[in-house]
């Protein structure tokens, strides 16, 4: 079914990517759509044995879109783990049951956490299943916004403020549009509150 991929970018603040799972005894499959046959290869894929746990993290805002979060995370390696959110909290409990029972059941030849390699959980950049080098599924993905070179040029009011280096083209001649300014910083209030002051502030809030 549907879930939401939960990603942090560049400056820590989280966004969701839609994709369609499908758990299959030990195995997670993930497609950017509905697929089409059995065959058809995943975006993503991970085995799910002894080693994976999974984790509730309650009900979660994001982008003025409300989740229901959980987390899949290796106990061999903390940092091997994936965010995933429903649209509703049945479909959370439903998900996190059926990966705690793959879990418990284990992939076949699982010879114990303390003697494999952890490639298990890590989300391989092909869809090969023979593609030896994995890569965490949270940190790189194909569809991810490729990176930008932002450089910082100032702090203000507790803004961080950054500026985006000018591209070249084909010949290797700057642009001569404007470099984009973007301002990074933490507001303590909610976002419907953010979201009407600023609209009170009228033509002025472009500056």
Not at 23 to 30: G, V
Not at 118 to 135: D, F
Request: proline share 4%; aromatic share 10%.
């Amino acid at each position: 079914g549907w879930l939401y991929l939960i990603r942090c970018n560049r400056f820590g603040l989280q966004f969701s990517r839609k994709r369609y799972f499908v758990l299959d005894h030990h195995l997670l499959r993930s497609f950017k759509s509905v697929p089409n046959s059995d065959d058809q290869d995943p975006v993503r894929s991970a085995i799910m044995d002894s080693c994976i746990r999974v984790m509730d993290n309650g009900r979660e805002s994001i982008n003025r879109k409300v989740f229901f979060i959980f987390t899949l995370y290796n106990t061999s390696n903390h940092n091997d783990r994936l965010k995933l959110g429903a649209s509703r909290p049945e479909e959370a409990a439903r998900w996190i049951q059926c990966f705690h029972e793959a879990s418990l059941k284990g992939a076949p030849e699982d010879i114990g956490c303390s003697k494999r390699k952890w490639q298990s959980y890590s989300l391989s950049g092909s869809s090969s299943r023979n593609h030896q080098n994995s890569i965490d599924w949270t940190l790189s993905s194909s569809d991810v916004i490729a990176p930008s070179p932002w450089t910082i040029f100032g702090c203000q009011n507790g803004l961080r403020l950054f500026k985006e280096a000018k591209d070249r083209d084909s010949g290797g001649k700057k642009r001569d549009d404007h470099p984009a300014i973007m301002a990074v910083g933490v507001v303590d209030g909610t976002s419907e509150a953010i979201f009407q002051t600023l609209m009170a502030l009228g033509p002025s809030r472009s500056e």
